[in-house]
């Protein structure tokens, strides 16, 4: 009998978990070094960033062909409106695991300074260098970083509501191993 899946598949709980991480400790790099003074420590940090930063954006792509391609499993029973915030929320989050990235990539490349991932493979531009352009995106960029780790803890929050108050072992679906 074809039952619907109960859990998300080994590849969503795994993308899930890399960009957990990925998505936290490059917010945590990024906010550390901004206040850092220019010297070669602060430059090796802000190519780790923007390493970093592109490689969240390629597991996006790949979770978000997945999530197109797999279906999640069925909701669990709650209010409407739960059901609402819970589907806004998500979206809000794949849209910013794009939003954040691209918009340092632009950045980076409006302030003159090129990404090369891992050192070796130069990146195309996405703008000319244009230094109140940089600085307009540089804004805009910490300002959806700080909007993406909201949603993170809010996410965070919400799976903490559904451990201690309704528990309905909503985290078992999204945790490594088996049920």
Not at 13 to 37: E, K, P, Q, R, T
Not at 40 to 45: D, E, F, I, P
Not at 123 to 145: I, Q, R, S, Y
């Amino acid at each position: 009998m074809n039952q619907p899946a109960t859990r998300y598949s080994s590849t969503a709980i795994a993308l899930h978990w890399l960009m957990a991480l990925a998505i936290v400790g490059n917010f945590c790099l990024g906010w550390y070094m901004s206040d850092l003074h220019m010297s070669l420590l602060r430059l090796k940090l802000f190519n780790y960033h923007k390493w970093a930063g592109v490689t969240i954006l390629l597991l996006a792509t790949l979770r978000l062909l997945w999530r197109l391609a797999k279906r999640p499993p069925a909701d669990l029973p709650a209010p409407k409106w739960q059901h609402v915030a819970a589907h806004v929320t998500h979206w809000a989050l794949y849209a910013l695991f794009f939003a954040v990235p691209l918009v340092g990539w632009a950045y980076s490349s409006a302030s003159g300074f090129p990404i090369v991932l891992f050192g070796v493979l130069p990146l195309p531009d996405f703008v000319a260098k244009n230094h109140e352009l940089a600085e307009t995106l540089k804004g805009l960029h910490g300002t959806l970083a700080w909007t993406l780790i909201t949603l993170v803890g809010l996410h965070i929050a919400a799976v903490g509501k559904h451990m201690v108050i309704d528990r309905d072992g909503l985290l078992r679906r999204m945790m490594p191993g088996r049920a």
